[in-house]
């Protein structure tokens, strides 16, 4: 760890445990404070700033559950861990509900204990790095108004950087909100053309009888309301560049004609025969798959070959997950400055939300998300009730424990297959608690034997089944028999 080490605090009634989890929270570089009940815990948390408590479920004066919705209110930076010995699934979906990042089962693997420990630190030392970003680390990531630390992002800044004294003509592939504009700014800044114009155009908001007056202009008297001569975007470009956002909304009547200018490098205003000479770098950008496009007909195939002499992919951000911590913090600084608001930062949980999401528009959506937050937040530090209430349903994904400490099953998400772990070591320690009877293991976990052996086939815990699961199901209705006579039913 770099600078001040890490605040861990355990909370636990039996001494054992405190002694255990300190000397492994020491050895994995935090400073600590142990408290024996939950009272004590939350009086210290009113006075002093933790990074993570790790918190004993069944304690005699207040429960885990409710010091972990204390610490909630109190300090929402502080993670939380649950540790017991008597866990059910209903336990794991409050806690998880209340924020808990993790769960440890008593008595405690070692081995977990210290992965888990480490992966706090490391997300602890991250999220510090994140917001001490000082001027210097801010310009090493940011390229041309856009943020990005991954291989995906450094990949496109490099190729920017080849294209941009070269190319005449590119294409940029991208989803809504990936950042395609910004990628079009970026090889004209850094391209020969920097000192003169550059025009952007939509071509899904000009009316479709218009785009050949907006392109190549028109002179006076070509059509009703044309009174006077009026240049088109290409000689407004002449020398610079021509941004075509959304170029697969071009319609099918100026195709043509944009692929005359790209070609000869001329134009005709409407209403004249005259040519003009342009020399611009085009950038066409869209959305859409231009190849299913053409194979439809509905753009001109010959017209797209001449486009796609380059063509810049822009990543979603779903592809880019590992930066969505730098873009939040850029963000966050840049709202809270305009709005005036002294917000510094997300707690872990509105972080691990944020990180969840699925983010179908992309960097403009995460922007917009935190804009909202930052709005109605009103301490230093955006919550996941902020964020709850300013992401769209259909972005919030279940929050996943740590990557380093989870394991999930192929095809469930992590709330569920943190949920299923739950379950899994509560059947497998009452199974060991009964010396692998599974009668007994069904009377401590309140089940039925037949309910016992769905779970374990649900579980994947059939390897511990020793009899057919029929011939088991007869047992059982044989002893409930036998069990009714004996009581004179």
Request: glycine share 8%; proline share 4%.
């Amino acid at each position: 760890m770099t600078g001040q080490q890490p605040m861990l605090i355990v909370v636990d009634d039996e001494q054992g445990i405190l002694d255990v989890v300190s000397r492994f929270a020491r050895r994995a570089g935090f400073d600590v404070m142990a408290c024996s009940g939950g009272g004590e815990a939350i009086a210290l948390l009113q006075t002093r700033h933790a990074d993570v408590a790790m918190v004993d479920l069944r304690m005699p004066d207040i429960g885990g559950l409710d010091v972990i919705r204390a610490i909630r209110e109190i300090d929402p930076r502080c993670q939380t861990v649950l540790m017991t010995g008597y866990a059910t699934v209903d336990t794991a979906v409050e806690a998880i509900k209340l924020g808990a990042m993790d769960y440890l089962s008593k008595p405690l693997d070692f081995g977990r204990l210290e992965q888990l420990l480490g992966a706090i630190r490391d997300e602890i030392e991250r999220r510090r790095s994140i917001l001490a970003l000082d001027t210097d680390v801010a310009k090493r990531l940011e390229f041309c108004g856009m943020i990005g630390r991954g291989p995906a992002m450094q990949e496109l800044f490099g190729m920017i950087r080849r294209l941009a004294p070269h190319v005449r003509t590119t294409l940029i592939t991208g989803e809504t909100g990936s950042g395609k504009e910004l990628v079009a700014r970026a090889l004209h800044e850094i391209g020969p053309r920097r000192e003169r114009r550059f025009i952007t155009i939509n071509c899904s908001a000009v009316v479709e009888t218009l785009f050949e007056s907006e392109l190549f202009g028109h002179v006076r008297g070509a059509f009703t309301g044309a009174t006077d001569n009026k240049p088109g975007l290409f000689e407004l470009a002449d020398g610079g560049t021509l941004f075509l956002d959304e170029i697969g909304e071009l319609p099918a009547s100026v195709q043509a004609k944009l692929l005359r200018v790209l070609e000869l490098g001329e134009v005709h205003r409407v209403g004249s025969l005259e040519a003009r000479r342009v020399n611009v770098h085009v950038i066409a950008a869209t959305n859409r798959d231009l190849r299913a496009e053409v194979a439809a007909s509905r753009f001109r195939s010959d017209l797209y070959y001449r486009l796609n002499i380059v063509e810049v992919k822009v990543p979603t951000l779903r592809d880019r997950r590992e930066d969505i911590p730098y873009l939040t913090a850029a963000f966050v600084r840049e709202t809270s400055e305009r709005l005036q608001k002294p917000v510094v930062g997300l707690t872990p949980g509105a972080e691990r939300l944020l990180s969840a999401g699925e983010w179908d528009g992309n960097v403009r959506e995460l922007k917009n998300v935190l804009e909202r937050a930052c709005i109605l937040v009103d301490g230093d530090f955006i919550t996941e009730r902020e964020l709850s209430v300013s992401m769209p349903a259909s972005t919030v994904r279940p929050r996943a424990t740590p990557p380093e400490t989870s394991r999930p099953a192929q095809g469930t998400t992590p709330d569920k297959d943190l949920l299923v772990t739950v379950e899994r070591d509560h059947i497998q320690r009452a199974l060991v608690r009964a010396g692998g009877n599974k009668k007994a293991a069904a009377k401590m976990l309140g089940l039925s034997r037949r309910a016992l052996y769905r779970r374990l086939e649900r579980l994947d815990l059939g390897g511990t089944i020793t009899r057919r699961r029929d011939t088991v199901l007869q047992e059982e209705a044989t002893d409930d028999s036998r069990l009714g006579v004996r009581a004179g039913v």
